[in-house]
C-alpha cells in the first residue's frame, strides 16, 4: 500500500513548469490526516507494508504537520505490526541540520529537487518572489547528502534547460549524491529542436554513466538503471510499475483521493477522483481509469521497447498527451533515447567486465556464465503521435 498526503497546496517557489497549478495557502488538516492514515493502514493485513509519502506544494511548509502524522504512522504501525516506509519530496529551501536529523531519527527517506548548477536552475526555479532560489536548495541537498547519502536529487528536464541536461547529471553526482533522477518535464512544448538537443544531451548522460563506473562509482541515474534493469529483466515486472490507484492513493487536502500525487494539483480536475476519504474509493471509476490505462496504440503494441515502457504510467501520459492511457509523442522519444543511451553504456561496461557494474546489476565480480550482454533493439520508426 502507497499513500500519500499531500499536506499543502502552498509553495515558497514559483517553478515556470509547475504541474501544481495556482498556489493556494490551503492545508491539510490535522483530523483529515489522521483519518487517512486510518483508512491506509486499515488496507495493510498485520505483517503488511505501507508506504507514506508526504508532498506538496511544499510539504516543509507544514513542518508540524509532518511530525505530526509521521509520529502517528509509527504509532499505527506498532499497533498493527505492519512495515513502514515514510518518504518526503521537498524543495530543499527549507530543509535544516536539526530537521534532516529529525527525519533520519524516524527514518523518513528525502528526495530534494535541485535543477543543477546555479544558471540552470535559477533558470526555472525561482523563489515566488522572483530571487533565486539556489543557494538555499543547494543548502538543503548537501544538508541531507550529509545525513544520508542515499538521498535522491531531482532535476526536472525541460526545453528551458535542456541544453545543459548532461552538465546537471555531473553537477549533482559532483556534490556527492549517487542516487539522481533526471526527470522529464512531459507537459512541456517539446520543439524538434529541443527533442534532438535532449536525445544529445542524453547521450552526454549516458558518457557521465561510463565515467562514474570506469572511476569505481556505484551511481544510479534513474532513467538509465530503469531501461538496463528492464532489460536484464525482459521486460519491466508488476512490481516496477505504478499501479494508478490499486494500493496507491493520494490525499488531497479536500478529502478527495486520486490515483497519483502528481494529478492532485490544484484539487480541481474532477477527471483523475477516485473517491474521497468520507466515502472512500469508488470502485467503478477506479476501474474505468485503470482498464482504460492499459489499452495502447497499435504503434505501442508492435514496438519492441514495450516491455521496459514508461507507456504504463498513467501519470506520466496523462501529462504527455492529456490521456492517461496514451502516451504522447515527447513521451515516446525520450523513452527510445533512454533505451538506446542505456543498451550502449551497459553493453560496455559488461564487456569491460567493470565490477562496479557486474556487482551492481549481476551480483557478481566476473563476467557471470550464461548471461548474454545487453544489446540494442530497433525501437519505432518514428514515435507515437501525440493525442488528447
Known amino acids: 500500500m502507497e499513500l500519500t498526503l499531500v499536506l499543502t497546496h502552498a509553495c515558497n517557489l514559483a517553478c515556470r513548469y509547475c504541474y501544481a497549478g495556482p498556489k493556494s495557502s490551503r492545508r491539510m488538516s490535522e483530523a483529515l490526516g489522521e483519518q487517512a492514515l486510518a483508512w491506509g493502514f486499515a488496507q495493510v493485513p498485520p505483517g503488511g507494508k505501507i508506504q507514506v509519502g508526504y508532498f506538496g506544494g511544499e510539504p516543509l511548509l507544514t513542518w508540524d504537520l509532518l511530525r505530526h502524522f509521521q509520529v502517528r504512522a509509527e504509532q499505527l504501525a506498532r499497533e498493527k505490526n505492519i512495515t513502514l516506509v515514510a518518504t518526503v519530496t521537498t524543495n530543499g529551501t527549507l530543509l535544516t541540520d536539526e530537521r534532516m536529523a529529525w527525519l533520519a531519527e524516524h527514518g523518513v527517506v528525502v528526495a530534494v529537487s ?11 526555479r525561482p523563489y515566488a518572489s522572483g530571487a533565486s532560489s539556489f543557494e538555499d536548495a543547494l543548502r538543503g541537498a548537501k544538508v541531507a547528502l550529509a545525513r544520508a547519502p542515499l538521498t535522491e536529487l531531482i532535476a526536472v528536464s525541460d526545453p528551458g534547460n535542456v541544453a545543459r541536461l548532461s552538465g546537471t547529471a555531473r553537477f549533482l553526482l559532483d556534490q556527492g549524491a549517487r542516487v539522481i533522477s533526471l526527470s522529464p518535464n512531459y507537459a512541456g512544448a517539446w520543439e524538434e529542436a529541443a527533442l534532438e538537443t535532449y536525445a544529445r544531451e542524453f547521450e552526454g ?97 508492435s514496438c519492441a521497447l514495450r516491455p521496459r515502457c514508461m507507456n504504463f504510467c498513467g501519470c506520466s501520459n496523462a501529462f504527455s498527451s492529456g490521456d492517461a492511457a496514451a502516451p504522447g509523442a515527447f513521451l515516446c522519444r525520450a523513452e527510445q533515447v533512454h533505451a538506446k543511451v542505456a543498451d550502449r553504456v551497459a553493453r560496455t561496461l559488461f564487456w569491460e567486465a567493470n565490477p562496479v557494474f557486474l556487482r551492481k546489476f549481476y551480483q557478481e565480480t566476473a563476467v557471470p556464465s550464461g548471461v548474454a550482454p545487453v544489446v540494442e533493439v530497433e525501437p519505432l520508426a518514428t514515435p507515437v503521435p501525440a493525442t488528447g
Not at 535541485?114 to 526555472?124: C, I, N, S, V, Y
Not at 569505481?216 to 541515474?221: A, L, R
Not at 516496477?240 to 490499486?246: E, H, M, N, P, W
Open 114 to 124: 535541485l535543477d543543477g548548477a546555479r544558471e540552470t536552475h535559477e533558470a526555472l
Open 205 to 301: 548522460v549516458g558518457d557521465e554513466f561510463l565515467r562514474r563506473f570506469r572511476a569505481g562509482e556505484d551511481v544510479y541515474i534513474a532513467q538509465l538503471d530503469a531501461k538496463i534493469v528492464g532489460r536484464l529483466k525482459c521486460g519491466l515486472q508488476a512490481c516496477d510499475k505504478c499501479t494508478f490507484g490499486l494500493g496507491e492513493v493520494a490525499v488531497a487536502p479536500s478529502g478527495n483521493l486520486y490515483p497519483c500525487e502528481r494529478l492532485v494539483g490544484e484539487d480541481a480536475d474532477p477527471r483523475w477522483v477516485i473517491g474521497t476519504l468520507e466515502r472512500g474509493v469508488d470502485r467503478a471509476r477506479l476501474e474505468a481509469l485503470y482498464y482504460a490505462r492499459l489499452g495502447k496504440d497499435f504503434t505501442c503494441v
